[in-house]
């Protein structure tokens, strides 16, 4: 068990450009969350995946924004056309319906929009 | 709607004395709550959490919660602080439903001082 791994850990991009942002959850986890935190923030919920199926997404996540977990393991998030607001640390966390209630996080990604 | 509130954006203490940080909550059902550390550029981890078990909780690294359903509190406490234990403080709620996401406060910088 690795943990939560997220791919890449900085991310610098020019404003209008599209990023795209991988996690990779415990493997024996089924839950995955997708979260924000801009700086002096706690996270914010973006959205949840249960296996392949998205079953909850925020306001937050504007049609900029999609995510996907095509075969229920790894997770994308996919931002286009980024705006300087954008600029935040996304986080990943997993987690399962079985035993004991917890969530794992990975360590981020940082995104930075110029 | 759940919500968390921490009480204080900042704490500082010296190595050695009380840690003592706040955490409020809104929840319309019972709740599970969390408190998480933050190292700088780093994901979170995970200190403890109450799952509705016993009311106090111990944690890692010598810290540990009070669940008092009166006061909607779960406090975060430690009886002496660690030059390591700086870090940024969260905590946080979710139902006791499996899979809802977690909601976090605005969280705690906790400052040690030799």
């Known amino acids: 068990d690795t943990g939560v791994s997220q791919d890449p850990r900085h991310k610098i991009t020019k404003r209008g450009q599209n990023v795209t942002f991988r996690c990779d959850p415990i493997s024996e986890h089924n839950r995955l969350y997708w979260y924000r935190q801009t700086l002096g923030q706690g996270p914010e919920f973006l959205t949840y995946f249960q296996n392949e199926a998205q079953l909850e997404k925020s306001r937050l996540l504007s049609d900029r924004f999609s995510a996907e977990r095509p075969k229920g393991s790894f997770s994308t998030l996919e931002i286009q056309r980024t705006e300087q607001g954008d600029s935040a640390m996304y986080l990943c966390?997993?987690?399962?319906?079985?035993?004991?209630?917890?969530?794992?996080f990975g360590s981020g990604t940082r995104l930075t929009v110029v | 709607a759940q919500s968390v509130t921490q009480l204080g954006s900042h704490v500082s203490v010296s190595e050695g004395a009380l840690v003592l940080l706040r955490c409020n909550y809104s929840?319309?059902?019972?709740?599970?709550l969390f408190w998480y550390v933050q190292y700088p550029n780093q994901g979170l981890q995970l200190l403890l959490k109450?799952?509705?078990?016993?009311?106090l909780v111990k944690g890692i690294n010598g810290f540990e919660a009070e669940f008092k359903k009166s006061e909607t509190s779960f406090h975060l406490t430690k009886p002496s602080a660690h030059m390591s234990d700086a870090a940024e403080y969260f905590c946080a709620v979710t139902p006791n439903q499996a899979g809802t996401a977690l909601i976090f406060g605005k969280g705690t910088t906790l400052s040690v001082s030799s």
């Open positions: 929840s319309s059902v019972p709740p599970y």
């Open positions: 966390a997993s987690s399962s319906d079985r035993g004991s209630y917890g969530y794992t």
């Open positions: 109450y799952t509705s078990a016993a009311t």
